[in-house]
């Protein structure tokens, strides 16, 4: 007995030493914080895909690690905190509401640096924002919908009211409209990111209400499972959910953070690492569209059309004349929406059946 | 060959100090086992798991801060346990006491002044004492299941505290998230030092097990307590009634888990949110039996159990394990606990073959 302590210990102890090695900056440490499991098949899955292209991309020059399931809430702050103080040389926090809590740590630890993702609060010289422009894939979807719809009203399972969330409804009931001025779409908040018998449940209240086709902004596959079992079309979240519904997915938006995570950790190797907001689409390659399935050859082609036109920069999805739901005019013919009103969108426009929670 | 459990004559005083130490052993030995199946070098890991934390100031830090509202809770529940009351709901009082304290800062959010936070810790203490009087009352009035209502309670607080923070208490300018508005700084328990993540809190629990424990052992209460808990029959004939001290050591550890919960909210979190609860409540229980019901072993058995938290977010760094460990671990040392329990009142005998009739 004593024998094996004294072995556990040595080695133990052994390991210390190799560990403080290898915590010298020979290596470049990138961390991530997670809001849901890796394996959710949608938001948090795909940022850890963009983790492991880093991993891919510098190999032994890099260290990754990640928390998974961290709540929003004073947990984050010390999950955050303890990445920075286990040598970190940048860390990407990737929910909304890592917001304060990541500008709080970049506050205190300014030789490490930090992403946020959806957010828009940059307090300290060492924190970046960056996203994607997901409403221009909505759009998409919004005409795929009106075209393969035969209600003609589709339900929309929606997390929390904050810009980004309302950006994709309203830019998803505008480009069903473009198709049928009269679509309609219904929105169930589940005040979730993630969690899959809620999602479910939310979708088969919708189809119960005469839905026939699904789109979500939360994590999980939950809702296009349902979707399957009732035989309808839904939109995949994030993630290619194909496998969940290879009969019933119409297209998704993936999200491609790889290339934007690889650029960040680049600059940090180079000392070449500066704050920036981005907000990077489908022209950077960061906004994708999985492939166009489980519909008609024509309803795939003017998807792809609309989808090239938002590629080279012709077409923008918010471009008037747009009205809002209460009736008052947003855009004008030919004007288009400012970045600040985007990034800021507390309003549904018209054809949104659902009160905007305040 | 086979293993038979002979029963002590007494209870074995060797055992009864040893047990929650072999079971600790037992747990950090089935741990290595699991890290070796999930192909990670078990020595590595535990070394991340238990001992990494202790070795960063700011880690032990956190460790006091997870102890503080296990500790308070589990006091709480030995005092409960040792009566032979069964006290599960300490996460239902934890909620609602965390809720009570919260109503101040949430309801006055512009209140200032010294009296706030005295206020809140009352209220958050009345609150868990409050809740914890429904199970008790039906117990001693109606002779219902306490630990089935005080379990079931603990679903109602649960349900109750997120339609709070989802509904009227809800921060109108935090887009929809769940949560009230951030409190003001009257409303905000101090640290123990400036810049210090330890809050007052810690502090309560320490003076809580030190109290409670000159209670348990030097008091006529600590008497009564014991008595009934392992004779009610001779309780009721030394004049003591089981139905006042249900009650009693009810609201007694409905106030600490209360007090628990107001610690935690205006100490750590500074609102009232959806995520108050970690499972603490539940966790308690661990500690209570790990700290063999005695205030002062909690102490220990708080810090143990708050490693496994800690200890659970530098695995998932160091090792890519899933954060599911740490509540593998958490339920292994349970068992365990209970299991070594066994070797206080039996001893385990190897029997070679039958014994002859009328040999034993």
Redesign the interface.
């Known amino acids: 007995m004593k024998k094996t302590i004294f072995a556990?210990a040595a080695?133990?102890a052994a390991?210390?030493t190799t560990g403080a090695m290898a915590d010298g900056h020979a290596k470049t440490k990138a961390?991530f914080i997670y809001i849901g499991?890796t394996g959710d098949f949608g938001w948090t899955y795909q940022h850890d895909q963009g983790r492991k292209s880093i991993e891919a991309a510098f190999g032994d020059k890099v260290e990754t690690?990640?928390?998974?399931?961290v709540?929003?809430?004073?947990?984050a702050q010390?999950?955050i905190?303890?990445?920075a103080?286990?040598g970190c040389n940048i860390i990407f926090t990737t929910s909304?509401?890592y917001m304060d809590p990541t500008n709080k740590a970049a506050g205190k630890h300014p030789d490490v640096k930090f992403e946020h993702a959806t957010g828009y609060k940059r307090e300290h010289p060492n924190i970046s924002t960056y996203s994607s422009k997901f409403y221009q894939g909505r759009y998409i979807q919004g005409q795929i919908a009106a075209k393969m719809s035969k209600t003609g009203v589709a339900g929309y399972i929606a997390s929390?009211?904050?810009p980004e969330v309302v950006r994709g409804i309203n830019s998803f009931v505008l480009g069903a409209q473009s198709v049928n001025p009269d679509f309609k779409l219904k929105v169930v908040?589940v005040?979730t990111w993630f969690d899959p018998p809620k999602e479910a449940d939310a979708a088969k209240a919708l189809i119960d209400q005469g839905v026939d086709i699904i789109t979500q902004h939360t994590d999980s596959t939950g809702p296009m499972q349902v979707a399957a079992e009732r035989g309808i079309k839904a939109f995949g979240q994030a993630s290619d959910m194909i496998k969940f519904g290879p009969k019933t997915q119409l297209t998704s938006i993936i999200d491609e953070w790889g290339p934007y995570y690889v650029s960040r950790v680049k600059a940090v190797m180079d000392g070449t690492w500066k704050q920036q907001d981005v907000w990077h689409g489908m022209a950077d390659g960061n906004v994708v569209m999985a492939p166009y399935t489980n519909m008609p050859d024509e309803v795939a082609e003017a998807a792809k059309k609309t989808a090239a036109a938002i590629k080279d920069g012709s077409f923008e999805p918010f471009t008037g004349p747009i009205t809002k739901q209460d009736g008052s005019v947003w855009l004008k013919e030919g004007e288009k929406a400012e970045v600040g009103t985007l990034l800021g969108m507390n309003f549904y426009v018209k054809g949104v059946d659902d009160k905007l929670?305040? | 060959m086979r293993i038979e459990l002979q029963k002590r004559a007494g209870g074995s005083s060797v055992f009864a100090v040893l047990s929650p130490f072999v079971a600790l052993l037992l747990t950090v030995l089935a741990g290595g086992i699991m890290f070796a199946l999930l192909g990670k070098n078990p020595v590595f890991a535990l070394y991340t798991y238990f001992v990494e934390p202790l070795a960063d100031p700011w880690s032990r830090e956190q460790i006091l801060v997870k102890a503080t509202p296990l500790v308070l809770i589990a006091i709480g529940l030995a005092v409960c346990f040792r009566s032979g009351n069964w006290n599960i709901g300490a996460e239902g009082q934890y909620l609602i006491g965390g809720m009570f304290g919260a109503a101040i800062p949430v309801l006055f959010n512009e209140w200032q002044s010294p009296l706030v936070l005295p206020l809140m810790l009352l209220m958050g203490m009345a609150g868990g004492a409050l809740y914890a009087f429904i199970p008790a009352i039906l117990k001693a009035r109606f002779g219902t299941n306490e630990i089935l209502t005080s379990l079931m309670l603990v679903y109602v607080a649960q349900q109750f505290v997120d339609w709070l923070v989802r509904g009227p208490w809800r921060d109108p300018k935090g887009f929809g998230f769940p949560g009230s508005k951030q409190f003001n700084e009257s409303a905000v328990l101090p640290s123990l030092s400036s810049g210090s993540d330890v809050h007052l809190g810690a502090l309560f629990a320490v003076v809580a097990a030190i109290a409670i424990w000159f209670v348990l052992t030097r008091t006529l209460k600590g008497f009564e307590i014991a008595v009934l808990g392992q004779s009610p029959r001779a309780g009721r004939f030394a004049g003591f009634s089981a139905k006042r001290l249900t009650i009693f050591v009810f609201l007694l550890s409905g106030a600490l888990a209360g007090l628990a919960g107001i610690s935690e909210v205006s100490g750590s979190v500074e609102k009232l949110d959806d995520k108050l609860s970690l499972g603490y409540g539940f966790a308690a229980i661990i500690v209570a039996f790990l700290g063999r019901l005695n205030p002062l072993g909690i102490l220990a058995a708080g810090l143990v159990l708050a490693l496994t938290y800690i200890g659970g977010e530098a695995a998932q760094i160091s090792l890519g394990v899933s954060d599911r460990a740490a509540r593998v671990f958490q339920g292994l040392l349970l068992f365990f606990v209970l299991a070594c329990d066994t070797l206080i009142h039996y001893r385990i005998r190897l029997v070679s073959r039958l014994p002859k009739a009328g040999a034993a």
Not at chain 1, 71 to 75: H, K, L, V
């Open positions: 556990l080695s133990a390991l210390m961390c499991p690690a990640y928390l998974e399931n709540p929003e809430s004073a947990e010390r999950s905190e303890k990445f103080r286990s909304f509401n929390f009211p904050i908040w005040s929670p305040q």
